[in-house]
């Protein structure tokens, strides 16, 4: 069964600081990866999606790598600010073909401090 | 395109009463997820269609839950008997037929309060 750990589960930095975080499954066998920013009380929204094959996806002051044979990935943040402030997940899809899922972590929940 | 939709966003009901929530997928997107979110936990999978297909449901699906997804089109998802442990955010979240590897869509979720 496939698990998805993230730490640390909060992190405070000050504004302004680089960032970095993790997150690791236990199951090499995913299709894809992707990041999401969660607010308090609301959905979930997509950052960046890295499938199988790559090692890295960017997105403005966001990267994230994927190290699929040690079931890692990180995500960094470049020069934080206090709009970064949520909760990220990470979640892997994993199944068979034609039935796949995403299978969550619980999160890192980050503050920036201005 | 306004994503994916869900109403209502929030709902308080009494243990015992019966809910129904809707979602409306992004229109072409054949791919539609219900997901069951707790106080600091992450989404967990409940059930899965592809078009109107119910492919996949989750232990966590008892029996009082049951989804439907008419003509492949919206999606609800009913809970019969309410109890305060159904209690959670349900989030549904949907993605294109066309590419095994693109990104899954979630609404902003219905809050569900069992008193």
């Known amino acids: 069964k496939q698990e998805v750990t993230q730490i640390p589960a909060a992190l405070s930095v000050p504004e302004g600081e680089n960032l970095v975080l993790n997150c690791s499954f236990t199951d090499s066998a995913i299709y894809n990866l992707q990041w999401f920013r969660q607010d308090p009380g609301k959905g979930l929204t997509s950052l960046l999606l890295i499938q199988s094959s790559q090692r890295e996806q960017t997105s403005g002051r966001l990267n994230a790598s994927l190290d699929k044979s040690s079931g890692r990935s990180t995500l960094y943040i470049a020069a934080s600010q206090p709009g970064d402030s949520a909760t990220y997940l990470c979640?892997?899809?994993?199944?068979?073909?034609?039935?796949?899922?995403?299978?969550f972590g619980t999160g890192t929940r980050l503050t920036i401090i201005p | 395109d306004t994503g994916v939709s869900q109403n209502p966003r929030h709902k308080i009901t009494k243990r015992g009463q019966n809910v129904t929530f809707r979602c409306d997928p992004i229109?072409?997107?054949?791919?539609l997820y219900w997901y069951r979110q707790t106080l600091g936990q992450g989404p967990e999978f409940l059930t899965y269609f592809q078009n109107e297909a119910q492919l996949e449901k989750s232990r966590l699906l008892s029996d009082r839950f049951s989804a439907e997804r008419p003509k492949g089109s919206f999606s609800t998802l009913e809970i019969q008997r309410t109890e305060q442990g159904d209690s959670a955010m349900y989030l549904c979240?949907?993605?294109?037929?066309?590419?095994?590897?693109?990104?899954?869509?979630f609404g902003q979720g219905t809050r569900l309060t069992v008193v």
């Open positions: 979240a949907s993605s294109s037929r066309t590419d095994i590897n693109t990104e899954a869509f």
């Open positions: 229109s072409e997107h054949n791919r």
């Open positions: 979640a892997v899809k994993v199944g068979i073909f034609g039935n796949e899922k995403l299978t």
